[in-house]
């Protein structure tokens, strides 16, 4: 059978405009074959709402806007939601515009506590909701209410601060901050001298643990010396205190008392000796008897024959007597 060309036209147009149905339903968010559930709700202002916009529970999206319809007088709007998923929704629920200053509004429907759920064609109840602009100055208000009492205070301070610093606080200023840069050039140094002491190869700190070491060395080399003299040091105590000490420092005592009686009588002018160490008299006598024995010594040794009268030196010397002791070359001289 042969299919005119009048007939593909037909059919291809009725396929087309099948089509286009099916795809404005779709992209108007309306299910094609699916039976849809319609509730309603009456706004004053629907603050941007458009067709097609979701309709969210909890974030959710369970429809969309089919229909607003505001009559000739437009001062109520009768908003016609279209529910793609099959939820219950309580008859006291509130049904809420929420503004989005970046994007299209949604509608929210704020669940209620009701047992009895809403039907197809019942009414949402509403209540109007902040606009994006108030929501926004709710929460501009306050930070400008706080910069302003910030500029207030700050105004107050720029005051306080004109006021108080002047020529003389400023230079009084200038001298802190020259203290305080010495300071720091200061703490800097000293930084630095503490750096190289703490340093872990070279510092002081690190000779002296060195040093240390060494001498810790030392003792655990010579432990076995250190316990010898120890243990002499532990026996000459020991020996010290079994000596009678309380006798012996009583007999130094009586030493010491002897030797101060002694002393004492030396230099009293009772005895002998303490006469001649205490009187010049005795002392310039005997230096007298002294020094005329010398004389006599030394004249019997340059005149023997007058104290030795003997035949065989010839007759008997008759020279003058000595009157003073003389050296050993004057003893020489007389005797030549």
């Not at 309380?246 to 002897?258: E, G, H, P, V």
């Not at 006469?275 to 002392?283: P, Q």
């Amino acid at each position: 059978m042969k299919i005119s060309n009048e007939t593909k036209v037909g059919v291809l147009a009725v396929v087309c405009v099948a089509l286009l149905i099916v795809g404005f339903r779709f992209l108007k968010g309306k299910g094609i074959f699916k039976k849809e559930t319609h509730i309603y709700a009456v706004y004053s202002d629907v603050q941007g709402l458009k067709q097609s916009n979701p309709v969210v529970i909890n974030g959710m999206q369970i429809g969309r806007i089919a229909n607003l319809d505001g009559g000739k007088d437009m001062k109520h709007i009768l908003v016609t939601v279209s529910l793609t998923k099959d939820v219950n929704i309580p008859k006291n629920s509130l049904a809420v515009i929420n503004p989005n200053l970046l994007g299209s509004p949604t509608m929210e429907i704020q669940l209620g506590d009701a047992t009895t759920y809403l039907k197809n064609g019942d009414t949402l109840l509403t209540t109007l909701s902040a606009g994006a602009f108030d929501e926004a100055m709710k929460i501009i208000n306050p930070v400008l209410y706080e910069v302003k009492n910030a500029v207030k205070s700050l105004d107050s301070v720029l005051t306080t601060v004109t006021t108080v610093f002047d020529v003389r606080t400023k230079d009084n200023i200038q001298s802190i901050l020259a203290n305080v840069n010495t300071a720091t050039a200061s703490f800097v140094l000293t930084s630095e001298s503490l750096r190289k002491i703490v340093d872990v190869q070279n510092g002081s700190l690190a000779r002296s643990l060195q040093n240390m070491e060494k001498f810790t060395s030392n003792l655990n080399d010579n432990n076995a010396q250190l316990d010898s003299i120890i243990n002499n040091t532990q026996l000459l105590t020991r020996n010290l205190s079994a000596i009678n000490l309380k006798q012996t420092m009583d007999s130094l005592q009586i030493a010491i008392n002897n030797f101060k009686t002694g002393a004492e009588k030396i230099n009293s002018k009772d005895g002998s000796l303490g006469l001649l160490l205490n009187d010049k008299t005795l002392y310039h006598n005997l230096e007298s008897t002294s020094d005329k024995l010398n004389i006599l010594l030394d004249d019997i040794r340059v005149h023997p024959r007058r104290y030795l009268n003997i035949s065989v030196f010839g007759k008997k010397d008759k020279g003058n007597y000595l009157t003073a002791p003389l050296i050993d070359d004057s003893i020489k001289a007389v005797k030549q």
